[in-house]
């Protein structure tokens, strides 16, 4: 069963938002299509969770966690956490290197916030492989037609998307494999609509990152509460509800045109994987610079000055053009042009502090523009549609331009299976370079048969025992 809303105000049959989302939480099939889908998707999340849960801002918020007997495991120690310290942790790891996918149709990462949750809260022993992918593609589902519904409105109002839908997200994927009753689950959205949260103006600091574990949690939370007996609103999301107060006013009850299910999310579109460990703003720029480098040969000592013309609307999350710090320089459009042609490549080495703080790359950063189309703002998917030009200026002859159009790791341009591969390799390795390589492709191989595994407990257990450093 597919659920599809309609007539402004109410969904098909007169219900209400929080009752079409719950009907397709607790109700909706997986199909075997949308399972399959999800495979790479979780292998991909699940590999950057890895490598982020060793960085300093991680390990930073591990040791203000009280460790719990037997809790949920960490990845990383030897240590356990409660089920919402643990989803705290496993989401900031999730995202702090922002290497994890995104769905431009909401402007979100739609995986890291669903499936840490769910990585917290499943009974592993007791939670078959496909259990786990059928609640994440449910998850994902109603972070991502949530966000569609609201429209590029609550990006462009400040708020980080990631962490407000993916708390509902969460909530709904949680309650899905817990196996929530309607009214229960429809109680767990209402919580979970109180409790998301997240604002555009902390990227570029440790807060990103935490805004996806904090969704993680509260999301989990918000299913456990409902479990438990905590009641919310009958509606908490249509007339001055979740959609009012996260549009600005502009969105009041679901809008017609868009369907939970009718395709999942996960198919169609599908999401757009990265090959780049910034933000997804940024990649069609590093597409072209380094395209340009490779064309022409042309280093940082040979260009005079570089302008990178994108559409309106996709600076919005640039907000660091002249970073002091890795962190900033994942939202900064000059370092992925300075850096891209002084070392050749952008990946991981790229957006450490020292490789930010270089004075080769610092003194060229204003020698790069950057210039927004005079249109009208894009929105959502538009802006990923859009063309991105970054143009070359040598000191000596005549300037060079590329364009890039498709989104770099979208279904226009996907990750191939050899890139799939040595992205968890290299993420897995980050994690513990002194992991055996061959036990980390044999890993890999495992969960692309995940569907089928029944219980998932032994394969997150090797997981561990491979990224575990002694």
């Given at each position: 069963m597919s659920i599809a809303v309609a007539a402004p105000g109410t969904a098909r049959n007169g219900l209400s938002t929080t009752e079409v989302l719950t009907t397709f939480a607790v109700e909706a099939p997986v199909d075997d299509r949308a399972v399959s889908a999800a495979v790479p998707v979780v292998l991909d999340t699940l590999a950057v969770t890895m490598a982020g849960g060793v960085e300093p801002p991680v390990q930073a918020l591990a040791g203000t966690l009280e460790p719990q007997a037997g809790g949920v495991p960490s990845f990383w120690s030897d240590q356990a956490y409660r089920q919402d310290d643990a989803a705290l942790l496993i989401g900031m790891a999730s995202h702090v290197l922002d290497y994890d996918d995104v769905s431009v149709i909401a402007m979100c990462h739609p995986s890291v916030p669903v499936l840490s949750a769910l990585l917290a809260t499943a009974d592993r022993r007791n939670t078959s492989g496909r259990e786990l992918l059928e609640a994440f593609a449910v998850g994902t589902e109603v972070l991502i037609r949530l966000g569609q519904a609201m429209g590029f409105r609550h990006y462009g109002l400040g708020f980080h998307a990631t962490a407000t839908l993916g708390t509902v997200g969460a909530a709904a994927a949680c309650a899905r494999l817990l196996k929530l009753d309607r009214r229960q689950t429809g109680h767990a959205l209402a919580i979970a609509a109180s409790m998301a949260s997240g604002l555009r103006a902390n990227f570029g600091s440790m807060v990103k990152s935490l805004h996806v574990g904090i969704a993680a949690a509260n999301g989990q939370k918000a299913a456990r509460l409902a479990a438990g007996g905590i009641e919310g609103a009958a509606d908490a999301f249509d007339g001055e509800g979740f959609l009012n107060a996260f549009s600005g006013g502009t969105v009041t009850s679901w809008p017609e045109e868009v369907g939970l299910g009718t395709p999942f999310a996960i198919l169609q579109p599908g999401f757009e994987q990265k090959r780049y460990p910034c933000c997804y703003m940024l990649h069609k720029i590093i597409e072209a610079?380094?395209?340009?480098?490779?064309?022409?040969?042309?280093?940082?000592?040979?260009?005079?000055?570089?302008?990178?013309?994108?559409?309106?609307?996709a600076t919005k999350p640039l907000i660091h053009p002249y970073p002091r710090s890795g962190m900033n320089a994942l939202f900064s459009a000059p370092h992925a042009v300075v850096a891209g042609l002084s070392d050749g490549r952008i990946d991981l080495r790229s957006f450490t502090d020292d490789a930010v703080a270089r004075p080769g790359i610092q003194g060229r950063l204003n020698d790069v523009a950057v210039v927004e189309d005079t249109a009208a703002a894009k929105q959502g998917a538009e802006v990923g549609a859009a063309p991105v030009t970054v143009t070359l200026r040598p000191r000596s002859g005549a300037a060079v331009s590329r364009t890039v159009t498709a989104l770099p790791g979208s279904p226009q341009d996907p990750i191939t299976p050899e890139q799939a591969l040595a992205k968890w390799t290299d993420c897995l390795l980050r994690a513990n370079p002194d992991a055996d390589p061959q036990a980390v492709g044999r890993l890999f191989d495992e969960g692309r048969d995940l569907a089928g595994a029944p219980e998932i407990a032994g394969w997150l257990g090797r997981m561990a025992e491979v990224a575990r450093r002694d």
């Open positions: 610079t380094l395209a340009l480098k490779r064309e022409t040969g042309l280093g940082l000592d040979d260009v005079a000055s570089a302008t990178v013309d994108m559409p309106n609307g």
